[in-house]
């Protein structure tokens, strides 16, 4: 019996070594150097859509800067002006393709949604919010995908300091008919509150764990939800018609935190949104945002609650290319290349791209990526790698 046990013990390792030697052999592709460099820094490029022509548009809400540029020529124009105006912004942020070529301005100082035509011109708006403050029933609706239809998707807000929630919802808001439901649901990263002061002067702060594990997700053209789930590290594709194609688990090594993974992370750290909310003189309430504006020194690593190891992919890091497929950012040691794994329409593995170490990609177009680069002063390089795998 002790052979026959012995035999199925080689049968079983033998059949994970072929695991692991076919995940590592899923085809790679290197991006080492960029065809192009924007000839300016910016302070974020927190949105940028490619155009049908090639030209890319980009938001800068750090620099009050919005231009269309075509990376190759190294030429760029600038949209519209600062202002409260028609044809202004404040702050422009997230920017998300609309069909018909138009692109969606996040105009985040304005509290308002613009629609920008692909040459720069000006459209439409809608309130950033749906709902009344006053009455707390309130969606603020800051999109982290659209789709052909035209549709907005985004995770609502809340929570408050009562509770400590471990999971949110996706949302589906149709423009046109103002309808909000919910396509999925997501697990939040581990959450810690502190309580400072007596019972009449008290402060309550929640904030996450740094590095702990989250689910990310990112929106198809097609209107599919594509959702990497953190736990056991599969992907899932949710259809329209709300049916899930679930992908097989993904092994991997994890990544232990070590100081330099802390000085990374403090980093990599981008302004956040600040939301308030305003009693004007008509006795209307008025919602006001903004980003940056945080403390200036860095938190204190020393004092965070860290865990032992990355999870295994970054919580902003979910892409859908153009094609279709999803793309996926591994956690690295601090210092290594970075690295996506490619999943398709079936949610399985079926490739990896790189690129230098440093690089976070902001966008990804028909045969581009587009990828930031931050100096020491501070200041983001835009850049553009040509995909030979289309």
């Known amino acids: 019996m002790k052979r026959v046990r012995d035999g199925l013990a080689l049968v079983c390792l033998g059949l994970l070594a072929a695991a692991g030697s076919l995940a590592a052999q899923v085809p790679e592709e290197k991006l080492t150097e960029p065809e192009a460099t924007y000839p300016d820094g910016f302070g974020l490029v927190n949105g940028l859509v490619e155009l049908a ?15 269309i540029a075509d990376l190759k020529a190294g030429t760029a124009d600038t949209v519209g002006a600062v202002g409260r105006g028609p044809e202004e912004y404040n702050q422009p942020d997230g920017l998300f393709p609309l069909p018909g070529g138009l692109v969606l301005l996040v105009d985040l100082g304005n509290a308002r949604l613009t629609e920008l035509g692909p040459d720069g011109g000006f459209g439409e708006t809608m309130p950033i919010t749906q709902g009344d403050p006053a009455t707390g029933n309130l969606q603020i609706l800051l999109p982290q995908g659209t789709d052909s239809e035209g549709r907005l998707y985004f995770r609502p807000m809340g929570g408050g300091m009562r509770q400590l929630p471990d999971s949110a919802a996706i949302a589906r808001y149709d423009r046109a008919s103002g309808a909000i439901d919910t396509v999925a649901q997501v697990k939040l990263p581990e959450m810690r509150r502190t309580t400072r002061g ?8 929640i904030m996450p764990v740094p590095l702990s594990p989250e689910d990310a ?29 679930r992908g097989a688990p993904v092994e991997y090594e994890p990544v232990r935190i070590r100081n330099a993974d802390k000085e990374e ?8 949104i600040n939301i308030g909310i305003m009693a004007s003189s008509d006795g209307e309430r008025r919602i006001s945002m903004s980003r940056g504006g945080g403390p200036d020194e860095g938190p204190d690593l020393d004092n965070l609650p860290w865990p032992d190891q990355k999870p295994p992919f970054v919580s902003n890091g979910v892409w859908v290319t153009p094609q279709g497929d999803v793309w ?8 290594a290349p970075v690295w996506f794994d490619v999943f398709g329409a079936d949610a399985e593995l079926k490739g990896k791209v790189t690129l230098p170490a440093g690089r976070n990609v902001v966008g990804i177009g028909q045969s581009a990526v587009y990828a930031v680069h931050t100096d020491e002063l501070g200041l983001q390089w835009l850049e553009l790698y040509t995909r030979v795998a289309k």
């Not at 022509?53 to 919005?66: E, T």
């Not at 007596?198 to 702060?205: I, K, R, S, T």
């Not at 992370?265 to 956040?272: I, P, Y």
């Open 53 to 67: 022509d090639g030209r890319v548009m980009i938001a800068d809400p750090l620099g009050q800067a919005l231009v």
């Open 198 to 205: 007596g019972v009449d002067n008290q402060a309550v702060m």
């Open 217 to 245: 997700w990112a929106v198809a053209w097609d209107g599919r939800v594509v959702v990497a789930r953190s736990l056991d590290y599969h992907v899932e594709w949710i259809h329209p018609d709300g049916s899930v194609v």
């Open 265 to 272: 992370w403090a980093e990599n750290l981008s302004g956040g």
């Open 328 to 335: 996926v950012q591994r956690h690295v040691s601090a210092g």
